[in-house]
Nanobody
């Protein structure tokens, strides 16, 4: 089970930290991805951390977002800085149990089996 939290309303340029708390499995054994879906748009990958620690970011968030994993808390975080209006969406975390070699990641929502509920991120200008 995954529990996403940390969304909210923030001004342009502001920051939020999303959390994805897992239960029933350990986050360092699964690939964990953050995805987002804005109204009228398809769900898209934002950032992923594989079980062996390979990290991927969507180009538009590179340098602004940071994904991290706290094995002791069994939680994956997404630190989002310098938020822009186009970052507004419902953010989801998801888990992929299939192993991957170092250097590889899965970035399509279709490749993830387990999903948490979404958390809304609103960016006001």
């Amino acid at each position: 089970q995954l529990q996403a939290s940390g969304g909210g309303l923030v001004q342009v340029g502001g920051s939020l930290r999303l959390s994805c708390a897992a239960s029933g499995f350990t986050v360092d054994a699964y690939g964990i991805g953050w995805f987002r879906q804005a109204p009228g748009k398809e769900r898209e990958g934002v950032s992923v951390i594989s079980a062996v620690g390979t990290i991927w970011y969507k180009d538009s968030v590179k340098g602004r977002f940071t994904i991290s994993r706290d094995n002791g808390k069994n939680t994956v975080y997404l630190q989002m800085n310098n938020l822009k209006p186009e970052d507004a969406a419902v953010y989801y975390c998801a888990a992929d149990p299939r192993p991957l070699s170092r250097g590889l990641v899965r970035i399509s929502p279709d490749q993830y089996d387990y999903w948490g509920q979404g958390t809304q991120v609103t960016v006001s200008s």
